[in-house]
């Protein structure tokens, strides 16, 4: 997600304005290849995809063979599949903001058994492939796309930069995905630049990926180099993300049994970077740990991209990206962006990764329990990483004047985000309403006002409670309300979801 915060310390506002892509999540005594994914009944389910690819350094471009296992689900034969290829979204958006026109991509064929499959594209970014013969229910087949697309010229979550000593790759939205689908319907969200429209299914991944030797793959699951080929593994993932690039090094430690790989690069603030990065990465696991349940997966790496100024990072399974932009690039480090936007990737881990939700039309649940996370949980949390930020910038805020800061967001709340909804899709905005507002804003004080409401200990075992019973499955708003009147159905609470939802 990309975002705009806006945060006022006592007598001084300081206004940090920072675009936040989106987020992720994390896990410990229960790895995700040994637990249950959701229940897929009445879907068409994507169970694995296996991918070759090779990318191509001097080219910029990136060949795909792309396989995914196709489980039927649902109680009808199904002779249609719909395949998102967002690479031609990506190209049209960086064409028209970025003055980017020279990208192309294309699928070169799709098969199934060795035979073509027939395929046609009237809407952007949708694949529409009829199968040869139609796949019983509880069936499974495996049908191939090969691929090939140009990779931007733009740090974003598809593309590359080059810097006087090296590149930074960054491969994520550019690999073909089965449509996530209900009760026989097609979920055809379009491409969402300022925030994410992605599926939200899981499945295995087993990648083999071509690159030049001395080039570093940082992806989702864990990773295996050999001579110029990377083998990655990943097990009950939301997303596939990839990062590959010869500027960085890393770090690696444990936190709560869960193996952290800290990349960094080499600048003037490198020790700064990798000293408040480790700080920010052990805090944060164990306060959402602790308040929120175990970490999802084995593996948490952390790669530093240059998303440019006045961004944030991103969040995939198991793989964070932060914007190292101001410690790389600039001469002023911005650590207390840094470390906000830093400990929100994480806890994306909790509330995206293993709570997975639809994120375009229902943005508000990742990112307002992460938001949460972010400001409630690690932004409260007296720490280490805290302590080291408060020494090494003079802009940020200590604990006192985040409580100050928060406490007076929430006198407003009422008037601010009047007949806002929280379940409302960008694509239903009145027009003077942003991304952002609505998905991080307005959800975080929906969150506070109902914590409030409920007292702490009954909203923690809200939140544990949720986290548990939507562990890699989704959870939708009507899911979440019920969730919460179990817990709480006060006139108070009532009142408060009559506000927040239509
Ligand atoms: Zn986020």
């Given at each position: 997600m990309k975002k705009k915060i806006v945060i006022s310390v006592c007598a001084i506002i300081i206004i940090a304005v920072g675009l936040f892509f989106a987020c992720q999540k994390s896990g410990l005594i229960n790895p995700a290849k040994n637990r249950t994914s959701g229940a897929t009944a009445g879907k068409i389910d994507a169970v694995s995809y296996r991918m070759k690819l090779d990318l191509d350094v001097n080219a910029k471009s990136l060949t795909e063979e792309v396989k995914m296992e196709i489980k039927?689900?649902?109680?009808e034969p199904v002779d249609e599949v719909i395949i998102r290829d967002m690479t031609p979204s990506i190209h049209a958006y960086n064409k028209q903001y970025y003055d980017n026109d020279t990208q192309t991509s294309a699928i070169i064929g799709i098969t199934s058994n060795e035979q073509p499959l027939a395929y046609s594209s009237k809407q952007e970014s949708v694949v529409r492939v009829k199968l040869n013969e139609a796949l019983k229910p509880h069936e499974t087949t495996t049908i191939t796309v090969d691929m090939k697309t140009d990779i931007p010229?733009?740090?974003?979550?598809f593309g590359y930069v080059k810097r006087k000593d090296g590149y930074i790759f960054a491969l994520s939205f550019c690999f073909p995905y089965l449509a996530d689908n209900k009760n026989s319907e097609w979920i055809l969200h379009p491409y969402f630049d300022d925030g994410e429209s992605r599926s939200y299914d899981i499945a295995d991944y087993d990648i083999e990926i071509h690159h030049p030797k001395g080039y570093a793959v940082i992806a989702t699951g864990t990773e295996e180099t050999n001579d110029g080929v990377t083998r990655i593994t990943a097990h009950n993932a939301r997303d596939m993300a990839i990062v590959v690039s010869n500027m960085m090094q890393k770090d690696t430690f444990e936190v709560k049994g869960i193996t952290i790989n800290n990349y960094y690069l080499d600048s003037q603030y490198t020790a700064t970077y990798r000293k408040l990065t480790e700080l920010v990465i052990k805090d944060a696991i164990q306060v959402y740990t602790d308040t929120?349940?175990?970490?999802?997966?084995?593996e948490l790496d952390v790669a530093p991209l240059l998303f440019g100024f006045g961004f944030g990072g991103m969040e995939y399974p198991g793989l964070v990206m932060t914007n190292a932009t101001s410690f790389?690039?600039?001469?002023?480090?911005d650590a207390w962006s840094l470390s906000d936007g830093l400990s929100h990737e994480i806890g994306h881990q909790w509330f995206y990764a293993a709570v997975g939700n639809d994120e375009y039309a229902e943005g508000w649940i990742d990112e307002g329990f992460t938001t949460y996370l972010e400001r409630q949980l690690f932004g409260l949390y007296d720490g280490d990483a805290q302590h080291y930020l408060l020494e090494i910038d003079d802009m940020a805020p200590s604990v006192e004047e985040r409580i100050a800061a928060l406490d007076e967001l929430m006198q407003t709340a009422r008037q601010d985000y009047k007949k806002m909804y929280l379940n409302t899709s960008p694509d239903r905005y009145t027009k003077d309403q942003s991304y952002g507002e609505i998905e991080y804003e307005e959800s975080y004080l929906f969150l506070q006002e109902l914590r409030i409401a409920m007292g702490d200990d009954t909203f923690n075992a809200f939140l544990k409670d949720l986290y548990d019973r939507y562990d890699l499955k989704e959870a939708d708003s009507d899911a979440v309300i019920a969730l919460i009147r179990e817990y709480d159905n006060s006139k108070t609470v009532n009142e408060i979801l009559r506000f927040y939802f239509k």
């Open positions: 039927n689900d649902t109680s010229d733009r740090q974003d979550r929120v349940g175990a970490y999802p997966y084995e790389y690039d600039g001469t002023l480090m």
